[in-house]
Structure formats: structure tokens, C-alpha cells
């Protein structure tokens, strides 16, 4: 298990519009920056990604989030790959629980799989449904 203060650290030490601009293209906007949103398709700019408080908002789909939350939803890269990707970025080395139970990691590991195909398979059936006008 990750300690709650290291990744604290790595998000102070991450600037959110270094992860973000590589993938979506940001333009200077006031003290904030704006773009496409990369989570649905429109045509005006309606996301937002602030330095000062290092987290971006979608005013079309409420997409939000911290850096960490960008990886995994854009990459879709798994909470401990996304903390490891910005650690290795901000020159810090991931602590280990040496307490840690392997078997307990892996059925962990397990669960978030099962819960991110959940996601993604919902999240699907939200956009082709027939009656998805009702549900959303």
C-alpha cells in the first residue's frame, strides 16, 4: 500500500499542465488553460485546466480531476501505475509496505480490474443505449 503522504508529495511536486498539454492541446487563458475536452467530443473548448490549484474541470461533461485522475481516466492506467508514472517523473521513488501481503495486493489488483471493465462497460452502455436521452 501506497502511504496517503507520499502520493500527497508527488502531487505537489507534479504540475498538472506538464501531464495534461502532451495529450490535449492547451491554450493560455487568463491564469488558466483551455482546450478540447479529451473525454467526449464538442467543438468549443469547455475544458479547463488550472495550475494555481493543479486540477482541470470539463464544463460540458464535468470531467474533473488531479493529475493522478487524468492518467487513469486518459491512459487508463491503473491508480498504483498513474502514482508510479508521476513519481518516476518528479525524481521520487515509490515506499513499499514491507507488511504487505502478496496474495492480498494481487486480489486487490484483481478487484480494481473487474471494477474498471465495470466502468468502461457501463459508461458504454450509457452512450449507445436507445433510451440514453431518459438516463442521462
Known amino acids: 500500500m501506497i502511504p496517503q503522504e507520499f502520493i500527497e508529495e508527488v502531487l505537489e511536486r507534479t504540475d498538472i499542465v506538464e501531464i495534461i498539454e502532451p495529450r490535449v492541446t492547451l491554450k493560455k487563458s487568463g491564469q488558466n488553460y483551455t482546450g478540447l475536452c479529451p473525454f467526449h467530443d464538442e467543438k468549443s473548448p469547455s475544458f479547463s485546466v488550472s495550475q494555481n490549484k493543479q486540477f482541470y474541470y470539463c464544463f460540458g461533461c464535468q470531467a474533473s480531476g488531479s493529475a493522478l485522475k487524468f492518467l487513469m481516466e486518459f491512459d ?8 508510479e ?18 496474495d492480498a495486493s494481487q486480489k486487490r489488483k484483481s478487484i480494481y480490474e473487474v471494477l474498471d ?3 468502461s462497460f457501463f459508461r458504454e452502455q450509457l452512450k449507445s443505449h436507445e433510451s440514453r436521452a431518459r438516463a442521462v
Not at 487508463?76 to 501505475?81: A, K, L, N, Y
Not at 508514472?85 to 504487505?100: F, I, N, Y
Open 76 to 83: 487508463r492506467m491503473d491508480f498504483v501505475s498513474s502514482i
Open 85 to 102: 508514472h508521476l513519481a518516476q517523473r518528479v525524481g521520487l521513488e515509490v515506499p513499499r509496505d514491507q507488511k504487505s501481503d502478496p
Open 117 to 119: 471493465q465495470s466502468t
